[in-house]
């Protein structure tokens, strides 16, 4: 099992940048493949960006070119840097680990993330 744990959230201009950070405990992350999702108000929880136990990256369209996941196994992190914001990618965010193997699915308690003039 693994407790997930968002930061990095807040307010910030259209056109600014934000980090997120997914710190992980309880388990070795490689075992997991990760991800980031967000949900607006009245809206369902889409996938946002996610990278595989080896690395392979994968992004919803709307935020191609301008957010990138990564991961540090070492440090039980993952992380989405936001750039280039615009007012509807205003939502909560959250990380999601899937077991490689086992296909279990965890969730952070996510973190608010409001692009705003």
């Known amino acids: 099992q693994v407790q997930l744990v968002e930061s990095g959230g807040g307010l910030v201009q259209p056109g600014g940048s934000l980090r997120l950070s997914c710190a992980a405990s309880?388990?070795?992350?490689?075992?997991?493949?990760m991800a980031w999702y967000r949900q607006a108000p009245g809206r369902q929880r889409d996938l946002v960006a996610s990278?595989?136990?080896?690395?392979?990256?994968n992004y919803a369209d709307s935020v191609k070119g301008r957010f990138t996941i990564s991961r540090d196994n070492a440090k039980r992190t993952v992380y989405l840097q936001m750039d280039n914001l615009k007012p509807e990618d205003t939502a909560v965010y959250y990380c999601?680990?899937?077991?490689?193997?086992?296909?279990?699915?965890?969730w952070g308690q996510g973190t608010q993330v409001t692009v705003s003039s």
């Open positions: 309880g388990s070795i992350l490689s075992l997991y493949h």
């Open positions: 999601n680990a899937h077991h490689r193997i086992f296909a279990n699915d965890y």
């Open positions: 990278i595989t136990s080896d690395g392979y990256t």
